[in-house]
T-cell receptor, first 114, second 116 residues
């Protein structure tokens, strides 16, 4: 069975500082990986996805993530955090192809301090 | 604009009452999904449907029911058998993979259900 672990429940970063959110997954084959962001009371917005090719993927809002198969990780990064990035971030894994379902991590809440 | 519309945004349920959450999409997606979100628990899959008139149970289907009579609609009923229904419910849709392309799930803005 597939699973996702986001080790950090909360992270506080100063505005302008760099950010890295951790995601580890468990999946038997080549995974399909996502990062989503959720503002309070809203749905989820896709930041980026990986399914093949270059292991460093670029997303919206200046985010990027790196797929490391040897470490079963898909960490999300941003070089300089803005106050508007404060939200909850979810990593998800799914099987490639067809109508596969997704398994989500429990999320990491990002707080941005002035 | 294409998207997913969930209604109502807030819903209250009395003890012993069934309530239905609406999810409509105009993205022409085949697959639709219902998730339940509780604080600190991430998203858990309730039901999903890959095609009209067909649906499958997810990880936490007990106390819920769905129907898929139209491609664009996938309503979720929270029955009186669901003893702890207070949560945020999210609907999503997706096109299946094809031609080497893997498509992400798109989400609605959610419905918050509370018990009176």
């Amino acid at each position: 069975a597939q699973s996702v672990t986001q080790p950090d429940i909360h992270i506080t970063v100063s505005e302008g500082a760099s950010l890295e959110l951790r995601c580890n997954y468990s999946y038997g084959a080549t995974p399909y990986l996502f990062w989503y962001v959720q503002s309070p009371g809203q749905g989820l917005q896709l930041l980026l996805k990986y399914f093949s090719g270059d292991t460093l993927v670029q997303g919206i809002k200046g985010f990027e993530a790196e797929f490391k198969r040897s470490q079963s990780s898909f960490n999300l990064r941003k070089p300089s955090v803005h106050w508007s990035d404060a939200a909850e971030y979810f990593c998800a894994v799914g099987a490639q192809g067809g109508y596969s379902t997704l398994t989500f991590g429990k999320g990491t809440m990002l707080l941005v301090s002035p | 604009d294409g998207g997913i519309t969930q209604s109502p945004k807030y819903l209250f349920r009395k003890e012993g009452q069934n309530v239905t959450l609406s999810c409509e999409q105009n993205l022409n997606h085949d697959a639709m999904y219902w998730y339940r979100q509780d604080p600190g628990q991430g998203l858990r899959l309730i039901y999903y449907s890959q095609i009209v008139n067909d649906f499958q149970k997810g990880d936490i289907a007990e106390g819920y029911s769905v129907s898929r009579e139209k491609k664009e609609s996938f309503p979720l009923t929270v029955t009186s058998a669901q003893k702890n229904p207070t949560a945020f419910y999210l609907c999503a849709s997706r096109q299946p993979a094809g031609g080497g392309s893997n498509q992400p799930q798109h989400f609605g803005d959610g419905t918050r259900l509370s018990i009176l």
